[in-house]
Every structure is written in C-alpha cells, then in structure tokens.
C-alpha cells in the first residue's frame, strides 16, 4: 500500500491523543469507506505508524504525543514528609556513597542559596576543556530517580522518587527552552524542577512521571516526544538520562523554578 495513502487513511479517522480498540478501528475505518479496514490496520502496526498496548488498545506511536501522556503524571499535594525523595551525594562523582535524602524543596533551596555560588562561577569562567570537565566532576549531585543504599548503583535503587530526569546540553537560548517546557500542555504541569546546568548552557528538568511503567519507557517516550517538537530549541534529552541511577550535577541558580505543589 502507498504509505501517503495510508498515513492519509488514518489521520483522517483516528485522533492522535486517543486509544482505540482494534474493533473501533475497523468501523472508523468503514465509515471512511474503507471496508477492508485490516488492509490499513494490519501494515500500520507492522510499519510502526499504530502501537498495540498492553490493554489491546491501539494508538499512534511514539512519534505522537500519546506514550508522553502516559509517561508524566501531574503532581498532587503531599505533606512535606511524604514528598518524593532522592539521595544527595557530596562531589566528586567518584564519591558513589550518599549523604543524606533530600526533597524536591530541599533541592531547590540548595540551588537558590548561596553554598554553590562560588563553585558554579569559578566553573563557567573556564573555557570548555579538561580543567573544567574536572571541577564539574567535582560537583554535589542528586540522584532523582530515587534513593539508593548503600551506594549508587542500579541494582541498589532503595526507593524509587517517581521522578525522570532529562539533561539538555548546549540549548543555543536557555530562556527560551526553559519557557517553552513549562509551557507545554503535557510537560508543563509535571515539571517538578527546572533549573540552568552548571555549564550555563543547558538545563536539567525533573519531572513526574508514571510509577505503572517503566523508568526507560517514561524516558524514551519523553524523549521522544521532546525531539519531534523541540529540537530547534535543543530540547533533545542526553541519552544516558535512561540510566536510573544516573547523577545530576547540582549548581546555582537563583531562578531554578520548584512547582507550588511541592514547596515546603
């Protein structure tokens, strides 16, 4: 089949936001005047273009904005105490033993204060190289995926946060990148925290995401979703943020956003 034909046949009877029993395909499909609804049903799952949940449900694939709506969850408001937490590690990164746990708030006081002020200006007054690759190594950081005991290791993740972490690097305009994701419709309202990496030309974004799956399907269909619309913007997560274990280099920022809901 002509896949112009078939991308045409399906956007003209399927909403891209929506799940569909295979039956509820065919008869859309019908009404279009489509009758042999297998000939276009059967080749888009094959080809990708439609994807079989594990319901039965079938809907369009990751390159629409269907698996990101399952993947991020809106915050909902918790006491303090029972706030999502992940370890916080003292620099350097070989340093794989945590100090303490620490809140999205507790993080975002950390960020704003003035403890990494001196650390973060001495790095960005480098030029990019090893002397500066090696002061960023020294840096605190977080991991917030989780907590993890006794050291940080996949396979010693002690309780999950229920947070993603996406690291943007080298966004040609911070502040318009940073706009553009609290804006979002699906993104904005899961971003739990958001602030400027320590190079000065990237950002870090924790957000919620869905417990029901998996840490690499939330990653991969955030990410997915990201690069389909805002790769001009530079909005294309590093790939290794779908290690859960991975770290996130803390620096100053004293306009890091913290969602309301999870202010202290």
């Not at 896949?3 to 395909?25: C, F, I, K």
């Not at 009758?35 to 449900?57: C, I, Q, R, V």
């Not at 966004?171 to 979002?184: E, I």
Request: glycine share 6%.
């Amino acid at each position: 089949m002509n896949p112009a034909s078939l991308a045409g046949s399906l956007l003209a009877v399927l909403a891209p936001d929506t799940l569909y029993t295979p039956q509820q395909v065919r008869h859309r499909l019908a009404l279009a005047g489509l009758p042999d609804a297998d000939a276009y049903l059967l080749p888009a799952l094959h080809a990708g273009w439609l994807t079989a949940e594990s319901t039965g449900e079938v809907g369009y694939a990751d390159r629409c904005w269907l698996p990101v709506r399952r993947a991020v969850a809106v915050p909902v408001d918790l006491p303090q105490h029972l706030a999502p937490q992940f370890s916080y590690f003292r620099g350097p990164i070989t340093n794989k033993t945590p100090c303490q746990d620490v809140t999205p708030a507790q993080l975002w006081q950390v960020l704003t204060g003035e403890e990494l002020r001196q650390a973060t200006a001495a790095l960005r007054a480098l030029p990019p190289g090893p002397e500066r690759d090696a002061l960023k190594r020294g840096l605190d950081y977080v991991t917030p995926a989780g907590t993890f005991q006794p050291t940080r290791l996949a396979a010693h993740l002690a309780q999950p946060s229920g947070l993603l972490v996406l690291d943007f690097d080298h966004v040609p305009d911070v502040a318009a990148a940073r706009a553009a994701l609290l804006a979002d419709a699906l993104l904005g309202p899961a971003v739990v925290l958001l602030f400027t990496s320590p190079s000065g030309d990237g950002l870090k974004c924790l957000l919620t995401l869905d417990a029901r799956r998996s840490y690499l399907d939330n990653f991969r269909a955030v990410a997915t979703y990201l690069a389909s619309r805002y790769a001009p913007l530079g909005l294309v997560p590093d790939a290794s943020g779908k290690d859960i274990a991975r770290a996130c280099f803390l620096c100053h920022d004293p306009d890091a956003y913290l969602h309301p809901r999870f202010a202290a």
